[in-house]
């Protein structure tokens, strides 16, 4: 754990994610992909670039954490139901879940790279608060002891940096709900 005077310098690439080589991510340890398209013309490039980050880390030490969705979270213990297929799912998110949840499925066939996918709780909060506290899971949807499927940006951003320095759960997907 660093002290908190402490700093780490990283290194910054501005480039699109497309043009993105192998050899500019050399020397990384960690790659963190927050892509994200929204409108039906752009939601197929969530398989496309992660496939894209995939083969350019591919067969290298670099590990490779991937802002993922909730929509695709197991409801049950047999994972035959998922949370964007309950009727209480809302339709507008329903092609991004989908999108997603296909760009997982092919990330579970990627022998060859040391990737791990971070769900967030159902409720996935931009301005809640930072609590610095967080229950992690796996691949079912969990709930804290409040019964609520919550976390902010924040606090699963705390969770991510925790992933990427602890390196526990390569070739998994888990997920993270607020205490």
């Not at 967080?134 to 919550?150: A, D, P």
């Not at 924040?154 to 390569?170: F, L, P, R, T």
Request: aromatic share 8%; glycine share 8%; hydrophobic share 40%.
């Amino acid at each position: 754990m660093r002290g908190e005077n402490q700093s780490v310098a990283a290194k910054v690439i501005k480039k699109d994610l497309f043009d993105l080589t192998a050899s500019d991510l050399e020397g990384f340890d960690v790659v963190i992909d927050a892509f994200g398209a929204w409108t039906p013309e752009t939601l197929p490039q969530h398989s496309t670039s992660l496939k894209h980050l995939c083969d350019i880390v591919s067969g290298k030490n670099t590990r490779l954490l991937i802002v993922g969705g909730a929509g695709s979270l197991y409801v049950n213990p047999e994972h035959t139901a998922q949370v964007m297929d309950g009727a209480d799912f809302p339709d507008i998110f329903k092609p991004l879940a989908s999108n997603m949840g296909k760009a997982l499925e092919e990330l579970r066939t990627r022998n060859d790279v040391k990737w791990t996918y971070l769900s967030p709780a159902g409720d996935f909060q931009a301005e809640g608060a930072r609590t610095g506290k967080y229950i992690l899971g796996g691949e079912e949807l969990i709930l804290n002891s409040k019964g609520e499927s919550v976390i902010s940006y924040a606090d699963y951003a705390i969770a991510m940096v925790d992933e990427a320095v602890s390196g526990k759960h390569i070739q998994q997907r888990i997920s993270v709900v607020a205490e």
